[in-house]
């Protein structure tokens, strides 16, 4: 009988310890390539965004910027986005937040793909250490990846 | 004892399935960490091309990997620390399944040469693409979205993630057989000598320990937030936070609340003013440095009054430039750090 409880109690532990391994990624910056050209990435990388509850507050036409002094780029934005309470609440009690905020994401065109770009809201953790503030950084990092994710996975049009 | 006997068969099927389907996947891991730089189908991008049959045909599996375990310090490829060492053979593996040959493999033995005379040979063959002191080309490499005069970008030969993965064996193949679809030459085609390719390898390999490149990536010890107090009111600091803006060759895109688009304009914190403005030539040279800088865009400075003070506050761009593993970044964001100083202590003299 003993072997048996040893045999089942390691297999439960194995289980335990795959199920908990974390995906893999390298420190740096948060980043998708998306199989779809800008204008459905563009119109993916929002529908996410507003999926996960943000409302979208400006696009930052970059690349028509540039192109009132002639320099040549393709189609890039920025996208800010934030949830009015949450933004409300953080920038009375942590005025110093304000810089990063509103929250945003990069893409621009990469010849028939598009690229999205962040700073991952984990890396504020090192910046701002305050625990009460980790929550709101993890539940960032939570929501970015989800869009990234959907961006990095959606085809077609 | 038979249902605990069957429960515990049942639970080890569970857990070799587990296993196998944990089994790390390159295909899966090379478009989670790698295809966003490198193309799904590794055509290049941001990153080096690497289905191109010349690279492949020039780098060992060794340095492949060891090149995704440390990556290039200062030069945009980040070191993949957490990936296990069974996933980098995954991802080594499909890079692999691009290529029909057989991997070359390199001996770790030192080359001998003469590196005095390999630095001569290193100015008139190598520096007008690698520069001066094998710092490599500028920017990143092959991206689409902005016009580039290269279709590669020279590597940085003195960083020290590319001398701790390339042998000098490798770097002498290269050397001797070029890189065809790439400005890299062959060099013995081209007529110099089996030992003048054994000294330039010396010279390359005395970068070592001799490497410029800075470590990037830790924001330990620098300020999140540029903040200089104002001894004026919100509007006042605003209106000379404009003046100094246009006063340093930015124009003055708008202001507007941080909650501008989140609520209606009257419920909008109007003690929390974010001004915006660019200067489009500095931001077309930070673009050509680096495609991924939308994330500073755009230049932005806030007035904020807390609690009976009135703040100006920006992003320190020193800090979020560390993110980017990209030293010609760096030094440019030293340049905005200093500006958005200069520009905050003027509005407030």
Redesign the interface.
């Known amino acids: ?1 003993k072997p ?1 409880y040893w ?2 109690r390691a ?2 532990l ?2 335990l310890a ?1 199920s908990l ?1 974390a ?7 948060l ?3 998306s ?1 779809q050209m800008f204008p459905e990435a563009m119109t993916t990388l929002q529908n996410a965004i507003t999926a996960r509850g943000y ?4 696009l ?1 036409e ?1 690349n028509e ?2 192109a ?2 002639h ?4 189609m ?3 996208v ?1 986005f ?3 309470d949450q ?2 609440a953080l ?2 009690r942590y ?2 937040l ?5 929250l ?1 994401i ?6 028939n ?1 598009s ?1 999205v ?4 809201p984990r ?2 953790e ?3 250490p305050d625990p009460a503030l980790r929550p709101v950084f993890e539940g960032w990092q939570r929501d970015y990846q989800a869009i990234f994710d959907r961006v ?1 996975e959606t085809t077609g049009f | 004892m038979r249902s605990v006997v069957a429960f515990a068969l049942l639970l080890l099927v569970a857990v070799q399935q587990a296993v196998w389907a944990d089994l790390p996947d390159g295909a899966r891991l090379f478009a989670q960490n790698c295809a966003v730089c490198h193309g799904e189908t590794g055509s290049g991008g941001i990153g080096v091309p690497l289905s191109l049959p010349s690279f492949q045909a020039t780098v060992s599996n060794q340095y492949l990997a060891a090149t995704i375990r440390h990556g290039r310090p200062g030069r945009v490829m980040p070191a993949f620390t957490q990936l296990s060492d069974a996933e980098v053979a995954a991802i080594v593996d499909y890079i692999r399944s691009w290529y029909k040959g057989a991997p070359p493999v390199f001996s770790g033995a030192p080359v001998k040469g003469d590196p005095v005379h390999g630095k001569e040979l290193f100015a008139a063959h190598c520096a007008m693409c690698h520069g001066a002191d094998g710092q490599g080309g500028t920017g990143t490499g092959v991206t689409f979205s902005r016009p580039r005069g290269l279709p590669i970008m020279p590597p940085a030969l003195n960083n020290a993630g590319f001398l701790a993965a390339a042998p000098d064996a490798m770097i002498r193949s290269v050397l001797i057989h070029g890189r065809a679809g790439t400005p890299m030459i062959s060099f013995l085609k081209a007529g110099l000598s089996e030992t003048d390719i054994d000294d330039l390898v010396s010279y390359v390999r005395s970068f070592q320990g001799e490497e410029k490149a800075p470590a990037a990536g830790s924001v330990a010890g620098l300020k999140p937030v540029l903040v200089v107090q104002s001894p004026y009111d919100l509007k006042t600091t605003l209106a000379n936070l404009t003046q100094a803006i246009n006063s340093d060759n930015f124009f003055v895109g708008r202001d507007q609340p941080v909650e501008y688009g989140l609520t209606t304009t009257a419920k909008a914190n109007p003690h929390q003013i974010i001004v915006y403005f660019c200067d489009v030539p500095f931001l077309n040279k930070a673009l050509a440095i680096d495609p991924r800088v939308g994330l500073f865009l755009p230049c932005r400075i806030t007035v904020v009054e807390h609690q009976g003070k009135v703040m100006l506050m920006s992003v320190n761009p020193e800090v979020v430039s560390r993110l980017f593993n990209n030293s010609e970044l760096n030094a440019l964001c030293k340049e905005m750090h200093d500006r958005y100083l200069a520009i905050m202590q003027e509005a407030t003299l």
């Open positions: 009988m048996l045999l089942i297999a439960a194995l289980c795959l391994a995906p893999a990624r390298a420190e740096g910056l980043m998708a390539r199989q409302t979208i507050t400006r930052q970059v910027n540039l009132k002094m320099f040549k780029s393709d890039y934005r920025v800010f934030g949830r009015y933004i409300d920038t009375r005025p110093e304000i810089p990063y905020l509103p945003s990069t893409i621009f065109a990469e010849g793909q690229i770009v962040a700073m991952p890396a504020l090192e910046m701002f990095r």
